[in-house]
């Protein structure tokens, strides 16, 4: 084993919880603050184990489909936001709902009704299966195809090459999204976007700040999910530039091997992860040696977003 005499830990900022994850606990919180009966959560409310932990802990009840939500129960729907058929559900079933979507989730909501309605093939680039995904497919799923990747761009048929838009899930890595476009706008010349990216401010901030400290790092810890797409994209993103990453769930994950002869470690958090979390990475990073703790920061933010006007109100 090699073993090293002190360490530098490159603290990657921004970091950890964004203003989306923020809003969305928060209204979770005021939920389960100002109702006797049990708050219904369909879905996590964001990919972190720990955050849904909290809120169990505190009487949140996570749900998988509204099928599992007693009629007229109060539910919360997800920060990644839900179809309109979700929406129909719950109001047939007479629930109360307070709708955490992400407010960057909801402008790509918004623009896929816009899109298809004036007729546009409208391509999302996404990953399957992910629960906002899903729910923008289901803005207009007669006029929305997904395409997850360089190759899918390169097989997909629309109606009328001459009307085709595109929108992109919000956490994706900035680099592949913009290979895959490239190869859209050579097949599609008329193709039509979004007025502003979709791709968060967060997930790009945190994909910033992580390539300022991976060339100087031995190794790189991002805290955070399996689930979290903007986590793994941290960890893939790490990876391709050269660098062993590791996705940890909290402090208790890091393997000792993983530090062998490691004296410079990135850590970085994905927008979903509690801050708190990262602290006590550092922490167990100084309880193998000295340590000194080092920020690199791409850019402060300094965006809030504040929770519906019925939520205020509880």
């Known amino acids: 084993m090699s073993v090293v005499e002190s360490r530098t830990v490159l603290l990657a900022a921004p970091r950890a919880f964004c203003a989306g994850v923020e809003r969305a606990i928060e209204i979770v919180e005021r939920a389960l603050a100002s109702r006797e009966h049990p708050v219904y959560v369909r879905k996590q409310i964001v990919h972190n184990a720990h955050v849904v932990a909290d809120l169990e802990a505190r009487g949140a009840v996570f749900v998988e489909e509204l099928a599992e939500v007693p009629v007229g129960a109060t539910v919360v729907f997800s920060a990644h936001g839900v179809s309109p058929a979700v929406r129909a559900e719950a109001e047939r ?24 309605e004036r ?8 990953h399957d299966n992910h629960e906002e995904t899903e729910g923008t497919l289901g803005e207009a799923p007669g006029s929305m195809v997904l395409v997850q ?4 761009a390169l097989a997909v048929a629309v109606a009328d090459p001459g009307k085709v838009s595109y929108l992109t899930q919000t956490t994706l890595a900035v680099d592949e999204t913009a290979d895959v476009l490239e190869v859209l706008r050579k097949r599609f010349p008329a193709l039509r976007g979004p007025g502003s990216a979709d791709i968060c401010y967060a997930s790009t901030n945190r994909q910033a700040a992580l390539r ?28 391709r530039e050269g660098r062993p990453a590791h996705l940890i769930e909290d402090a208790a994950a890091i393997r000792p091997e993983w530090l062998d002869g490691a004296s410079r470690v990135g850590v970085t958090a994905g927008a979903s992860a509690p801050p708190h979390l990262v602290s006590e990475v550092v922490d167990a990073l100084r309880a193998r040696g000295p340590v000194t703790v080092v920020e690199r920061e791409a850019t402060r933010e300094t965006i809030q977003f504040t929770v519906p006007g019925a939520v205020r109100s509880l």
């Not at 007729?119 to 996404?126: A, E, K, R, W």
């Not at 986590?231 to 990876?239: D, H, P, Y």
């Open 119 to 126: 007729g546009d093939t409208v391509l999302l680039i996404g």
């Open 212 to 239: 300022m400290i991976t060339a100087e790092s031995d190794v790189v810890l991002v805290v955070g999910s399996a689930n979290s797409a903007n986590t793994q994209r941290l960890v893939e993103i790490a990876r």
């Open 149 to 152: 990747s360089v190759e899918d």
């Open 93 to 116: 079933m007479g629930l109360e709902v307070f709708d955490a979507t992400c407010p960057l989730v909801a402008k790509v909501h918004s623009e896929a009704r816009r899109f298809a």
